[in-house]
């Protein structure tokens, strides 16, 4: 069925009250009752004639075949606390590679601000998923990060990744995370500590390629005497073709309106 199709039974759904012809189609697949052979599908899956699913939705870069993407990205953020530098212009390298529940992600980049331009650190993760129920997954995994950023006293940073993602139904996520990360930095003139990071968010499906959400962020900085950052975050993903997708992704602190990046970023699976 037509993704148009099933947007307009959805506003039509909307606009109507819940009982309103409850017999018709109930799962909204296009397929009458009288006719569907398999009830209750997760709307906007793909059906056949006899309304049981041929494709089911998936949540980006959370593939489960062995496949390889690559991508690239652009994006700015401003922080005008600090003088000469508060724009600063970055530009990404990502590749990954995803085989059954495993992920393997490498990450650099490179940044350029008003006095001072050069390699982001680089970092190496890897990520395994537990299934715990067909709609419940939780995610698990390490990180390195390899200082390619070049300032001194700079060193290797480990990071412990956690994870969970719920599907109330295949269109809708609602998920969580958190992080440590393990800082060996030298202290040059700040007291450093580790880093911890949380998340939760929820994402929405509205066709089985444009994929959107948002969520809340806390992080705290390495540095003991800076605040740690509360913000919003929010993501748009759409697959172009079965090569092609782009991500666009937008942050704000809470606490400091003059704190906020954007990125967007194109990717392209090789296999």
Request: charged share 20%.
């Amino acid at each position: 069925m037509k993704t148009m199709t099933k947007i307009l039974l959805l506003c039509t759904a909307l606009s109507t009250t819940i009982n309103a012809q409850p017999n018709n189609d109930q799962d909204m697949d296009g397929v009458p009752d009288t006719l569907d052979q398999c009830s209750n599908t997760p709307f906007l899956d793909e059906v056949n004639a006899n309304g049981c699913s041929t494709k089911t939705l998936i949540f980006p870069e959370q593939r489960d075949d062995g496949s390889l993407d690559i991508a690239f990205g652009y994006g700015f953020s401003n922080n005008e606390d600090n003088i000469d530098r508060n724009t600063q212009y970055t530009s990404k390298f990502l590749i990954s590679y995803y085989l059954n529940d495993w992920s393997y992600t490498a990450r650099t980049g490179y940044f350029d601000s008003d006095d001072d331009r050069g390699m982001q650190d680089t970092t190496l993760k890897i990520k395994r998923k537990f299934r715990l129920t067909k709609s419940l997954k939780v995610g698990l995994g390490v990180g390195v990060k390899l200082p390619t950023y070049d300032f001194v006293g700079n060193k290797t940073d480990f990071t412990l990744y956690s994870s969970i993602v719920y599907y109330p139904k295949s269109s809708l996520s609602v998920f969580a995370g958190a992080t440590h990360t393990f800082v060996n930095d030298e202290e040059v003139n700040t007291p450093l500590q580790d880093i911890n990071t949380v998340y939760v968010g929820s994402g929405y499906f509205f066709t089985r390629k444009l994929y959107a959400n948002i969520a809340y962020s806390y992080v705290e900085s390495k540095f003991t005497t800076n605040h740690a950052a509360h913000s919003l975050m929010s993501m748009l993903f759409y697959r172009i073709n079965d090569k092609w997708f782009t991500t666009l992704s937008y942050s704000h602190e809470i606490e400091d309106e003059l704190h906020n990046a954007l990125n967007i970023k194109f990717g392209y699976s090789i296999w």
